[in-house]
Every structure is written in C-alpha cells, then in structure tokens.
C-alpha cells in the first residue's frame, strides 16, 4: 500500500486546477511558460496592472510539505528579469502570470 503524505500531484495537473480555480473567481491568468509537465518549478508573477508585480514560488516548508514563498517584488520590468534569469537556468520551469489589480492570487486554495 503507498504512503499517501508522498503523493505528489504533477506540475502540469497543480497549473489546471489552479487555472480552473481562478477562472471561476473571474480573475485572468496566462500560462507565459508551461515547463516539465511531471515536475517542472512554477513561478507565479501577479501583476496589479499598475506597473507594479510580485513573484512567487514553490518552495519546502519545515515540516517537508511544499508552501507559497514571495520570491520578490517591484516594478514589472525588474520582476520580467528575475524570470528570464530563471528561464535562462531551468529548461522544465513553469511561468504563469495572475492580473488582478488588487493582487489576489489565491495560491494557497489549491493544495501543492
């Protein structure tokens, strides 16, 4: 019998229901980048429409499980660069933009 607290769901299945998850809020969002389908890293950059943008991603919480992190914020220029810089490095990455001009993102309404 598998262990279910290792069950990990696949990249390319977290992208659709989260997708699916904004679409019913009414909120858009755009895969810019889809990466390795089975475990490729996602970046989450949330534009406010107003020049202005944060970026997250996945990242080990303490206790093993995977957790929502501010990589950085700023002008959308500067975030553009830090994901170029990722792209450059990490062939199976996902990019996926949010544009909300209150900056929800609700990323941690579907599980990881």
């Known amino acids: ?3 279910e607290t ?3 769901i696949t990249s390319e299945i977290w992208v659709a229901a989260y997708r699916k998850n904004l679409d019913k809020k009414g ?3 755009f895969v810019n980048r889809a990466g390795n389908k089975i475990a490729g890293a996602i970046l989450v950059k949330v534009s406010k429409m107003d ?3 944060t970026l997250y991603h996945r990242v080990l919480d303490k ?3 995977n957790c929502w992190m501010k990589f950085d914020d700023g002008p959308e220029e500067k ?4 994901i170029e810089k990722q792209n450059a490095f990490d062939p199976d990455l996902w990019v996926l ?3 909300d001009p209150k900056g929800r993102h ?3 309404a579907v599980p990881l």
Do not use: F, S
Not at 79 to 82: F, G
């Open 51 to 53: 020049g202005m943008a």
């Open 63 to 65: 206790g093993g499980g």
């Open 6 to 8: 290792n069950v990990r």
């Open 106 to 108: 609700y990323l941690d």
């Open 97 to 99: 933009e949010v544009e």
């Open 79 to 82: 975030i553009n660069l830090i």
């Open 1 to 3: 019998m598998q262990d």
């Open 27 to 29: 909120i858009p969002i």
